[in-house]
């Protein structure tokens, strides 16, 4: 099966500019994470859609992150401004389910989006 | 939320030797999961293991974990140059995996 898609795989922007990543998840999957991973640090969940719906964006720094998955497939993360502190490589994931009090089913990740923000 | 930690940070060794990788964390979980990281690359799921099981095995990697202490490790037997890469661990909290720092490994031929 073909895995998680994302795009772009680079970018460098100058801070306070706009930036915008694409994932496509893999067909079937109705869960779909975003995550920021920091150099020498483990990715950190931004946020989590259930098909169409926000599970959880308790880390998503919502006054310059916005994320949507219209119609439950594939998803856009924004950020607007950037600053400094965003330079990051970008996961996008994706999974069958969540189970309600287990927690996740095995994510499979795209190549990510690396970010410098100059 | 907590990361789990891991260690050792970084690790070399020679193609042939095994290496072990240990993660400890500090909350009730109910599976944790190991994955890898090539350099520029998404992650890989490797293995997971359930917090009702002490062992697992899957080709070269043994998993194991224990709740009392509340760690788990790693082991990649008979390593090769192409498990260079970075390995974590990851257990769900709240619903949602939480990552630890990361083990680098470097594998020498």
């Known amino acids: 099966e073909a895995g998680v898609a994302q795009s772009p795989r680079y970018k460098i922007i100058e801070k306070r500019q706009s930036v915008a990543f694409w994932c496509n998840p893999i067909s079937g999957h109705a869960t779909l994470y975003w995550y920021q991973q920091i150099l020498g640090q483990g990715p950190k969940l931004l946020i989590q859609f259930q098909n169409n719906g926000v599970v959880d964006d308790s880390q998503l720094p919502k006054d310059r992150f916005s994320a949507e998955r219209l119609k439950g497939v594939d998803s856009t993360l924004k950020i607007q401004p950037a600053k400094l502190e965003d330079s990051a490589v970008y996961l996008c994931a994706s999974s069958w389910t969540t189970i309600a009090g287990v927690g996740p089913d095995t994510q499979y990740f795209g190549p990510g989006t690396r970010l410098t923000v100059l | 939320s907590q990361q789990g930690e891991e260690d050792p940070q970084a690790l070399s060794i020679q193609e042939g030797e095994n290496a072990t990788m240990n993660c400890s964390y500090k909350t009730s979980i109910n599976n944790l999961q190991w994955y890898r990281q090539n350099s520029g690359r998404g992650l890989v799921h490797l293995i997971l293991?359930?917090?009702?099981?002490r062992e697992k095995h899957s080709g070269r990697l043994r998993v194991t974990l224990d709740t009392s202490k509340k760690s788990s490790s790693l082991l990649i037997t008979a390593s090769r140059a192409a498990d260079t890469a970075s390995y974590f661990c990851?257990?769900?909290?709240?619903?949602?995996?939480?990552f630890g720092q990361g083990t680098e490994l470097s594998v020498k031929p």
């Open positions: 293991i359930r917090s009702n099981e």
């Open positions: 990851a257990f769900t909290q709240g619903g949602k995996l939480i």
